[in-house]
């Protein structure tokens, strides 16, 4: 191989990868790498105002398209504006390459500015940190970090590219990443295991996650549960994993309180866990989450969210979607006669339901047109005009509920919600899906809260074209503060009475549509029923980016 300089070879090896996008910030140390751009026009170079964005918008184009995801930040400060939404990354398992610059390995003991232990600042928030020291290296180290960014379990990687081995040369040869198949199955007495376990139960529960959607396994899973005639409860989960009208979907175990996931849990007397550990609310339960006795089958290709919090009677390392048909066909033929009928009762009695559940839904969104403006009637009229194969960004918190039961989560790889708790990922999140498929309809949804981390992502949004749709709901406040604070009056006997004063954001009242139109994007305020239907309409129909700032609870 020619020699050239490391910061050429590292180029090359992206393109060889196949990388069509950096997306990035740029900084001093990085200009190196950055003005050979030029050399490299099939790698495109995604400018945003501000770190958290930079992250943002890759996380939500890793998402749309599980490919490893190439971002550049800047030295130490770069990259601490952009922690927080690498944590998001991180518990949303986006495989992300983040490659961050710095002066130079000659500078070490010099304390200079903007001098950080890079790699010590990301490794609470990667799967892999570390540097490259030498320019011979630097192709083995990145071929390194794509590949283990997209082993499951997926998530972020850092790579410090110091500026002097980057001008030095290497004779490196480029040749693509290697990645892994992963599609391991347990041994037939592993299988036979579980399914005995599972037989016997008469309120069985599945708990499930993401890696189920990372896994392929939708169609496995759904035939496991009408086999078994278990509800399916999301932990974990931010993708489709299980359509929202399937008859046995029960929800979303609580998010913040493990109260809240263990009257679902208590309940159960055989669990089966899949694609998710157990259990991620912020304030969990200690213990006592599985009722005494229950038999507990753990399934996962992540040898850490086994056991990972309570122990389980059997732990499964393995494909979900290789091992769930084999799983299925073992628990048929352990099913006792009584057992597989009462599996057959609760499924009719869940499609039962849920054909009540649907007729309820679409009366409500009909009448709500004579209520005060809504998200559940935004999300009525919206599921009227929306194409089939949009793809949805759901940052809306406390108004998705409302939304999303009129806009069904059914279809994998066309809704992806918010994950760790970083607010902003709404904006940042769509634009990056709308750059995975540009051919759909992208709409992210936020609130006026969360839009004002990353508000500055639709200056991107403008400068490249990126027609994506962009929904604020507003409601004057942090309102999940609220919901949150009210359930901790609760726990801690306290009674009710005023919010605290910093949850309010309604003064100043923040101009949306002034804000985005200084930025270059469209922008209405809608604040009556009857300004919805039109409002969407011109929306989907306008060429570029376009905002909604939808004026609810107030």
């Known amino acids: 191989m020619t020699s050239r300089p490391a910061r050429v070879a590292m180029l090359e090896q992206f393109t060889a990868d196949g990388v069509q996008y950096m997306f990035g910030n740029p900084g001093t140390v990085e200009q190196g790498f950055l003005d050979e751009l030029r050399g490299f026009p099939d790698l495109q170079y995604v400018l945003a105002l501000q770190e958290a964005v930079v992250v943002g918008i890759a996380d939500g184009y890793a998402r749309a398209t599980r490919r490893p995801t190439l971002l550049q930040l800047h030295s130490g400060v770069g990259l601490g504006n952009g922690i927080g939404m690498l944590y998001q990354a991180m518990r949303g398992h986006a495989p992300l390459v983040v490659v961050v610059g710095e002066s130079g390995l000659a500078y070490d003991s010099m304390d200079a500015q903007m001098a950080a232990d890079l790699v010590g600042m990301a490794k609470p928030v990667t799967k892999w940190a570390t540097r490259v020291v030498d320019p011979n290296s630097t192709l083995r180290v990145l071929r390194r970090a794509f590949k283990v960014a997209a082993t499951p379990p997926y998530g972020p990687v850092l790579v410090v590219l110091p500026a002097d081995v980057m001008d030095a040369e290497t004779t490196e040869e480029v040749v693509p990443t290697s990645y892994l198949t992963t599609t391991s199955v347990p041994d037939s007495a592993g299988v036979e295991q579980a399914a005995a376990l599972l037989a016997g139960a008469r309120h069985p529960l599945v708990i499930a996650g993401d890696g189920v959607h990372f896994s392929g396994a939708q169609p496995e899973l759904a035939e496991f549960a009408e086999t078994w005639g278990a509800q399916v409860w999301g932990a974990d989960w931010a993708e489709v994993n299980l359509s929202v009208e399937h008859p046995l979907y029960g929800g979303q175990l609580g998010h913040m309180f493990g109260e809240v996931s263990a009257k679902v849990i208590g309940a159960a007397d055989g669990v089966l866990i899949v694609g998710t550990y157990a259990l991620p609310e912020v304030y969990p339960l200690l213990d006592g989450v599985f009722a005494p006795g229950a038999k507990v089958v753990h399934l996962d290709l992540d040898s850490g969210a086994i056991a990972k919090n309570f122990p389980v009677d059997l732990g499964l390392l393995a494909d979900p979607k290789a091992t769930l048909p084999r799983l299925t066909e073992a628990l048929r033929g352990k099913l006792t006669g009584e057992r597989r009928a009462e599996a057959q009762g609760r499924l009719a009695r869940a499609e039962r339901q849920r054909a009540e559940d649907q007729a309820a839904a679409l009366a409500e969104g009909a009448a709500a047109a004579q209520e005060p403006l809504s998200a559940a009637y935004f999300g009525f009229e919206l599921a009227k005009q929306l194409p089939a194969d949009a793809v949805l960004f759901d940052e809306a918190l406390t108004s998705s509920p409302g939304l999303f039961r009129h806009l069904p989560v059914n279809r994998p790889g066309h809704w992806h919600q918010t994950r760790g708790g970083s607010l902003g990922v709404g904006i940042p999140g769509a634009i990056g899906a709308k750059l995975a498929h540009p051919e759909r309809t992208v709409v992210g949804f936020t609130g006026d809260g969360g839009s004002m981390y990353t508000v500055q992502g639709l200056w991107t949004a403008a400068r490249y074209d990126i027609a994506a749709k962009f929904v604020i709901c507003n409601n004057g406040r942090y309102r999940l503060l609220d919901l949150n604070i009210e359930e901790y009056w609760r726990t801690q006997h306290v009674d ?59």
Request: hydrophobic residues 45%.
């Open 496 to 554: 009710e009475h005023a919010f605290p004063e910093p949850f309010d954001l309604s003064d100043p009242a923040i101009d949306f549509v002034k804000l985005a139109e200084s930025l270059r994007v469209r922008a209405l305020r809608v604040e009556k029923p009857e300004q919805v239907a039109p409002a969407i309409t011109e929306a989907l129909a306008h060429p570029g980016p376009f905002l909604i700032d939808l004026v609810i609870g107030r």
